[in-house]
């Protein structure tokens, strides 16, 4: 199972989005800080795991634990960058043997995402073949064979959460990531600092 949630970790956290924000004004009063749940951006690892309900598991970069998102099973990774939280990833459970019911959940939760941080920045329906295109019916079934790949993003002032539903190997990844905005610069650093000691 460990290896199974690092590979999950690893690869649906791969891609680093931009980073935010300039200095700030001295006189302006430092906004309320922003992560998942009650963890914020910039706790330890020891300090999230205080407040996280379940037994963590370690897996590279950070831990999961099993939980319930929005009334769907998932497993939520806590990743960490010099011990500061940096992203979560929600990555839902559910199982269904009729594939557009992947499609119901991935709509439920957009909905939900919606109402809490309102227009999404950006929303596609990536269309690697176009074979199911016009048959709404088998819009799961092209995104477990990975010919759909449906995403949207939001961006809060701190947060940038990434909503998406794609396929690998005939299983659907359903997935919400959430990124400190705040801590970008420190990902990219660990992560050039990681490719050096590779070469």
């Known amino acids: 199972m460990k290896y199974l949630l690092t590979a999950l970790f690893i690869m649906a956290c791969g891609v680093i989005t931009p980073s935010w924000g300039q200095d ?6 430092e906004p309320e800080r922003e992560g998942y749940g ?6 330890s690892a020891a300090e999230v795991k205080a407040l996280v309900k379940g037994a963590p598991e370690e897996v590279e ?8 998102v929005a009334g ?8 960490f960058t010099q011990d500061k939280l940096t992203l979560v990833l929600v990555m839902f459970t559910d199982s269904h043997i009729e594939s557009n019911h992947y499609i119901s959940d991935w709509k439920e939760l957009k909905d ?5 941080y309102g227009v999404p920045v950006e929303i596609e ?26 995403y949207e993003t939001w961006k809060t002032e701190q947060t940038e959460i990434e909503h998406s539903l794609a396929g690998r190997n005939f299983q659907v990844i359903h997935k919400i990531l959430y990124q400190s905005r705040q801590h970008q610069g420190l990902r990219e650093e660990e992560q050039t600092k990681e490719h050096l000691d590779s070469l």
Do not use: C, R
């Not at 970069?61 to 319930?68: P, Q």
């Open 38 to 43: 009650n963890a914020l951006w910039g706790m």
């Open 24 to 29: 700030q004004d001295t006189n302006t009063p």
């Open 61 to 68: 970069g950070g831990f999961a634990v099993e939980s319930t």
């Open 125 to 150: 329906w990536v269309w690697i073949n176009d074979l199911f295109k016009d048959d709404p019916t088998q819009y799961g079934t092209a995104v477990s064979a990975e010919q759909l790949v449906i």
């Open 112 to 116: 939900l995402l919606g109402q809490k």
């Open 72 to 79: 769907h099973p998932a497993i939520v990774m806590y990743g």
